[in-house]
T-cell receptor, first 114, second 113 residues
Framework: AQSVTQPDIHITVSEGASLELRCNYS??????LFWYVQSPGQGLQLLLK??????LVQGIKGFEAEFKRSQSSFNLRKPSVHWSDAAEYFC????????????FGAGTTVTVRA | DSGVTQTPKHLITATGQRVTLRCSPR?????VYWYQQSLDQGLQFLIH???????AKGNILERFSAQQFPDLHSELNLSSLELGDSALYFC????????????FGPGTRLTVL
């Protein structure tokens, strides 16, 4: 069975500082990998996804993620955080099949301090 | 705005009751997915419909059922409600399936008293 672990429940970062959110997955093969962001009272928005190819993936809002097969990880990074990045971030995996369902991690809440 | 609409935004009901949540996918999307987000279980996949047919089931209780209609909107029916069913229910849609980006609606917050 597939599973996703986000080890950090809550991260506080200063505005302008860099941010890295960790994600580890368990799956028999290389799954599809995603990062979503959820702002308070909002639905989820896709930041980026990895299916295959280049292991460094660029997303929206200045985010990037790196897939490391040897570590079963897909960590999300942003070089310089803005106050508007305060939100909850979810890593998700999905099997590379047509019957497609996402398994989400527990989420990491990011607080940005001025 | 993702283009996915969900109604109602909030729903308060009593234990034992039945409710229906509605989702309209983005124009042109054939797939609809339902997710439940609760404090103790996190975000869990419930069910996936593609062009009117059920394609995949996740952790969906037998008291819950869903369908996708010919106009592609979907309804999630929750019956014999329990306190533990209180959660945020999201609908998402995608063009087809198999890895397409899923666009999430704003959710329906269900409170069971």
């Amino acid at each position: 069975a597939q599973s996703v672990t986000q080890p950090d429940i809550h991260i506080t970062v200063s505005e302008g500082a860099s941010l890295e959110l960790r994600c580890n997955y368990s799956y028999g093969a290389t799954p599809y990998l995603f990062w979503y962001v959820q702002s308070p009272g909002q639905g989820l928005q896709l930041l980026l996804k990895y299916f295959s190819g280049d292991t460094l993936v660029q997303g929206i809002k200045g985010f990037e993620a790196e897939f490391k097969r040897s570590q079963s990880s897909f960590n999300l990074r942003k070089p310089s955080v803005h106050w508007s990045d305060a939100a909850e971030y979810f890593c998700a995996v999905g099997p590379p099949t047509n019957d497609y369902k996402l398994s989400f991690g527990a989420g990491t809440t990011v607080t940005v301090r001025a | 705005d993702s283009g996915v609409t969900q109604t109602p935004k909030h729903l308060i009901t009593a234990t034992g009751q039945r409710v229906t949540l509605r989702c309209s996918p983005r124009s042109g999307d054939l797939s609809v997915y339902w997710y439940q987000q609760s404090l103790d279980q996190g975000l869990q996949f419930l069910i996936h419909y593609y062009n009117g047919e059920e394609r995949a089931k996740g952790n969906i209780l037998e008291r819950f059922s869903a369908q996708q209609f010919p106009d592609l909107h979907s309804e999630l029916n929750l019956s014999s409600l329990e306190l533990g069913d209180s959660a945020l229910y999201f609908c998402a849609s995608s063009v087809a399936s198999g890895g397409d980006e899923q666009f999430f609606g704003p959710g329906t917050r269900l409170t069971v008293l």
